[in-house]
């Protein structure tokens, strides 16, 4: 359900991004699926969450009339002046996580529902402007159940309880005052307070089992205010490096490996070789794909394989995923 919330309004925001002009109710709701398929009451109390919504993560929301003969009738936009960013600086660590960000959502087209929004629009005649939203399509995506109930619970501080273990295991009920989600050496955790132990721990999000359910209401702690989550889950990790990989890395691609190379040497003037010290071959591999098509390992020849089924595994995936006759890149 969360899920299909946060899909329900990044495609809001595509859609009143993407117009200059004020789009109707009526509009908003023919282009929308989850609007669609609602009666009329329930899509009324929807929309109306999702405006809220909208204007509790400061995305500007502008109420006015879509025809200048008939100003009674009101629309909706956002205006795309206020919603961007201005100029930013940025420090060579800030401009390395832009980066990583690029690499993930480096894909120009608009995606899924959000593209059929916009078609259903064109069609009406109404004008849109697809300059305005370069969405993106992630190759490879988290697919942990737990992870939107969990970071809507960081965002509300509401305590949760969850069934957490291996697959496999018999899982044990935790209860946890979540800080805090981060993704740690290609996977998703949440750190906090737990409540059964007493003190702040480290969850792996893909060993949630079940459905996480709230334990208290929202905003009944406080998050430390020296809190790192990324600190946190250092100080579980053990450091010391058990090999070196050498991989083929394009130029200016892949900065957060080159920021913890060991060494870098130009191969050509697009190429260089980078190694670099690694703790497991699964991190190592994980890690190599989610920068593919960028990064290509050397050796060691057991990293270099498990790349290629990582990455084979997530091309399968993604073919299951479309539907009959659509290209996904």
């Known amino acids: 359900m969360a899920e299909r919330k946060s899909e329900r309004?990044?495609?809001?925001?595509?859609?009143?991004?993407?117009?200059?002009?004020?789009?109707?109710?009526?509009?908003?709701?023919?282009?929308?699926?989850?609007?669609?398929?609602?009666?009329?009451?329930?899509?009324?109390?929807?929309?109306?969450?999702?405006?809220?919504?909208l204007r509790d993560l400061g995305i500007p929301l502008e109420i006015g009339s879509f025809d200048p003969l008939h100003d009674d009738v009101q629309g909706y936009r956002i205006p795309r002046d206020a919603a961007e960013l201005?100029?930013?600086?940025?420090?060579?660590?800030?401009?390395?996580?832009?980066?990583?960000?690029?690499q993930v959502w480096e894909h120009a087209g608009l995606?899924?529902?959000?593209?059929?929004?916009?078609?259903?629009?064109?069609a009406a005649g109404v004008e849109i402007d697809t300059s305005a939203v370069p969405l993106a399509q992630p190759r490879i995506a988290a697919a942990e159940p737990a992870f939107d109930a969990v970071w809507d619970a960081v965002r509300a501080h509401q305590p949760i309880r969850f069934a957490y273990g291996r697959t496999g295991e018999q899982p044990q009920q935790r209860h946890l005052q979540p800080w805090g989600v981060?993704?740690?050496?290609?996977?998703?955790?949440?750190?906090?307070?737990?409540?059964?132990?007493?003190?702040?721990?480290?969850f792996r999000v893909s060993r949630i089992q079940g459905d996480v359910t709230t334990a208290g209401p929202a905003g009944s702690y406080e998050v430390p205010a020296d809190t790192s989550v990324r600190d946190l889950a250092a100080s579980f990790t053990v450091n010391d490096p058990v090999g070196e990989a050498v991989l083929h890395v394009r130029r200016d691609?892949?900065?957060?490996?080159?920021?913890?190379?060991?060494?870098?040497?130009?191969?050509?003037?697009?190429?260089?070789?980078?190694?670099?010290?690694?703790r497991s071959t699964w991190e190592l591999a994980s890690t190599a794909a989610s920068f593919a098509p960028h990064v290509v390992v050397v050796t060691p020849p057991e990293a270099r394989s498990l790349t290629i089924d990582v990455l084979r595994k997530a091309a399968e995936a993604n073919a299951e995923r479309a539907e009959p006759g659509e290209v996904r890149a």
């Open 9 to 53: 309004l990044m495609n809001l925001i595509f859609l009143l991004l993407s117009t200059r002009q004020f789009l109707t109710k009526d509009q908003v709701r023919a282009a929308i699926e989850d609007y669609r398929e609602s009666g009329d009451d329930a899509f009324n109390r929807m929309f109306e969450r999702d405006k809220g919504e």
């Open 86 to 102: 201005p100029d930013l600086q940025l420090t060579a660590a800030e401009s390395a996580v832009i980066g990583l960000a690029a």
């Open 111 to 122: 995606a899924g529902q959000s593209g059929d929004a916009l078609l259903k629009l064109k």
């Open 182 to 202: 981060l993704s740690w050496r290609g996977r998703w955790y949440v750190g906090g307070h737990d409540l059964d132990r007493g003190e702040p721990r480290l």
């Open 253 to 278: 691609r892949a900065l957060p490996l080159r920021r913890h190379a060991l060494s870098v040497m130009p191969l050509d003037d697009d190429l260089d070789e980078v190694v670099v010290g690694y």
